[in-house]
């Protein structure tokens, strides 16, 4: 066990020193590269910059209205019929647009019914096995310029249901 936490503290810089050992013999100017990598990452960050903002303000306008505990309970009504704990709702619908204001409604349910209780395996669970659809689709798309998505949003919400199951199914009632 302890040759691996030894091997794992030298992966990363191994690789790095693996990266630069190649760009010299490969004749590359390694440090130029970089540079220029690093702005073109800088310049990016720059123009998802709006996109991230809107996202995370949205989120939190809906968390702090009461809208989303609104919409979750009513939801939650149909789904507890269907075996998902309508309590989870709030934070599946986070989930698909923000993982850190999910990671929040997360803690919160970890505080009020512990991390080993049913509700608190299955949104483990759920976390993991979902994707932040919306942010994810409005990040990439934007960086790439794509403007039509075809059946991006369709097939990410069909493998969050299928995540969504996975969590339910996966816990023991």
Known sequence: MNLLVYISDFIIPFLILAIVVYGVLRNVNVYDSFIKGARSGFLTVIRLMPTLIGLMAAVGILRASGFLDFLGSLIGRFSSHIGFPGELVPLTIVKMFSSS????????IYENYGTDSRLGLIASI???CTETIFYTMSVYFMTAGIKRTRYTLAGALIATFAGLTASV?????
């Open 101 to 108: 204001a999910a990671t929040g409604l997360l803690l919160d």
């Open 126 to 128: 759920s976390m993991c």
């Open 169 to 173: 199914l996966l816990v023991p009632g």
